[in-house]
């Protein structure tokens, strides 16, 4: 079964742009988080969804973030406008209810310029 | 005081030797804990769960939970070069919550 599939993997932007970060869980896990990665501040989660619906979403730094999830197989992390501070390795994960065990996809590298 | 704290690092270790890393967290209520090895450049990988007290051994790693002392550590026995990496400790608060909150991380070095 393949894991945790996030695109695209790079992605350089100018500041002011509008990114799409999309992520693909495991099929059959339920729940499905999104992270962010800096050397300055860890792994810090940002929203977390559950049979699609959102969960908690307090981690998400300001309203130029948003996210969906519009089915069981596809999410997406938007920002919009992007900023210099939102350069970052985002994580999406995905896990089954009951173990808490959460599977991690590749990663997509965001450099805003 | 954060949710999740791990002993600063880096830590460093010859190669055959025990690496021992250790994590605290301030929830009582918390029922399952993780170990996740992440190499440079990589994501995440769960290596270790564990969710009674005690220990839990797989291959070279032992996994150590004390709920009473709210800790829980992660040995590595005969460390070998390949176990380089930043290890990150992460607890959920009930087993049907599905949310973790993550340690800052350890990085070990294994010097051959």
């Known amino acids: 079964d393949a894991g945790v599939i996030q695109s695209p993997r790079h992605e350089v932007t100018e500041m002011g742009q509008e990114v799409t970060l999309r992520c693909k869980p495991i099929s059959g896990h339920d729940y499905l988080f999104w992270y962010r990665q800096t050397m300055m501040r860890g792994l810090e989660l940002l929203i977390y969804f559950n049979n699609n619906v959102p969960i908690d979403d307090s981690g998400m730094p300001e309203d130029r973030f948003s996210a969906k999830m519009p089915n069981a197989s596809f999410s997406t992390l938007k920002i919009q406008p992007s900023e210099p501070r939102d350069s970052a390795v985002y994580f999406c994960a995905s896990s089954w209810r009951g173990y808490n065990e959460q599977f991690f996809g590749p990663g997509t590298r965001l450099t805003v310029l | 005081q954060k949710e999740v704290e791990q002993n600063s690092g880096p830590l460093s270790v010859p190669e055959g030797a025990i690496a021992s890393l250790n994590c605290t967290y301030s929830?009582?209520?918390?029922?399952?804990f993780f170990w996740y090895r992440q190499y440079s450049g990589k994501s995440p990988e769960l290596i270790m769960s564990?969710?009674?007290?005690g220990d839990k051994e797989d291959g070279r790693f032992t996994a150590q939970l004390n709920k009473a002392s709210q800790y829980v550590s992660l040995l590595i026995r005969d460390s070998q070069p390949s176990d380089s990496a930043t290890y990150l400790c992460?607890?959920?608060?009930?087993?049907?919550?599905?949310?973790?909150?993550f340690g800052d991380g350890t990085t070990l070095t294994v010097k051959p």
């Open positions: 564990i969710y009674s007290n």
């Open positions: 992460a607890v959920g608060f009930n087993t049907n919550a599905g949310k973790s909150t």
């Open positions: 929830d009582r209520g918390s029922q399952s």
